[in-house]
């Protein structure tokens, strides 16, 4: 039996100012004060949203977003206020920097393909002759980009962001602080759990004058992870690494012929490709929590939420 997926909502509450469906999550402003982020099953890659949904893809991003946002609380506040559904989280609505931050402590993925097409610099960061993909960086660099309400987001540079007024150069540097301090925690938690933390981004927004960190963190979807168990021998070898991220997802459609290039045509999502990619979402749940994944029912969702709201008014 096909199970559940959790594709879209169109909710009314009362105080809503506004929502927007983006490609994975659903957003409900309430007075210009509260966001309700409903989580849901599409996936997207290049930047396009896919065909079918995965089950628990969003019940997993979620929960794991949560339980990293609640762990870093001590390095930068965080939008979190609770979250009353699996598949949902209640917060503040910040005033969102319009750059993401993009942590990276390994050549592979985006990186390893503009570095393999003959570039040595990347958002402005030099990067060294003869590195190998899955190679471990130094110290890890920071490639900043864009954040496009529509379409793709680029590549750009300390230097751009800063001259184009992005963001103030005294904010932006806080912003690369924070983001490495969270890396180095992310990457302890990885590591406790057999994992290595390879790149991830982080976006930031303002509430009441104080940078927090918005939107999820951590996740698959944000996140790429290697076992870290045989890292070092399939790195050896030149053979891929295990890894749990969305990148397997990236690579079928490439095999596939698909990079969300115009005229490209996505390629059918079988009920078994479907089912092997949200098996994998549920092991890195379980991989990188080190708890059972407990399947969680889409039901009374909207109840859940409208009972939250009503204690943030009281």
Request: aromatic content about 10%.
């Amino acid at each position: 039996m096909k199970e559940k997926t959790l594709l879209r909502t169109d909710f009314s509450f009362d105080g809503m100012t506004s929502v927007y469906h983006g490609k994975v999550r659903d957003v409900y402003t309430i007075r210009d004060k509260y966001l309700v982020m409903v989580v849901t099953d599409r996936i997207s890659a290049f930047d396009v949203i896919l065909p079918e949904g995965i089950p628990y893809k969003g019940q997993v991003l979620n929960q794991i977003a949560v339980k990293f946002l609640d762990a870093t609380a001590d390095i930068v506040p965080n939008w979190k206020i609770s979250s009353p559904h699996p598949n949902v989280t209640i917060g503040r609505k910040a005033e969102p920097y319009m750059v993401e931050m993009v942590v990276r402590g390994y050549l592979t993925g985006h990186a390893w393909r503009e570095y393999r097409s003959g570039k040595r610099e990347l958002c402005g960061v030099p990067l060294p002759e003869g590195m190998r993909e899955h190679q471990r960086f130094e110290t890890p660099i920071i490639t900043p980009t864009t954040k496009a309400e529509v379409g793709h987001d680029e590549d750009i540079s300390r230097e751009e962001i800063i001259r184009r007024g992005l963001v103030p150069e005294e904010e932006y540097d806080e912003l690369e602080r924070l983001s490495l301090e969270l890396f180095r925690r992310g990457t302890e938690m990885a590591a406790e759990k057999g994992l290595i933390l390879v790149d991830t981004k982080y976006e930031f927004g303002k509430v009441d004058g104080r940078i927090v960190l918005i939107d999820e963190i951590h996740t698959p979807d944000s996140s790429r992870y290697f076992y870290a168990d045989g890292y070092e021998e399939r790195f050896a070898k030149g053979e891929p690494q295990r890894q749990l991220s969305k990148e397997f997802v990236r690579e079928w459609l490439i095999e596939h012929g698909f990079q969300g290039k115009e005229g490209q045509q996505v390629p059918e999502m079988t009920p078994e490709f479907v089912q092997q990619v949200s098996e994998r979402y549920i092991e890195l749940y379980e991989k990188i929590t080190g708890e059972p994944f407990v399947k969680g029912s889409l039901d009374n969702l909207e109840e859940s939420i409208r009972e939250e709201l009503k204690k943030l008014e009281a």
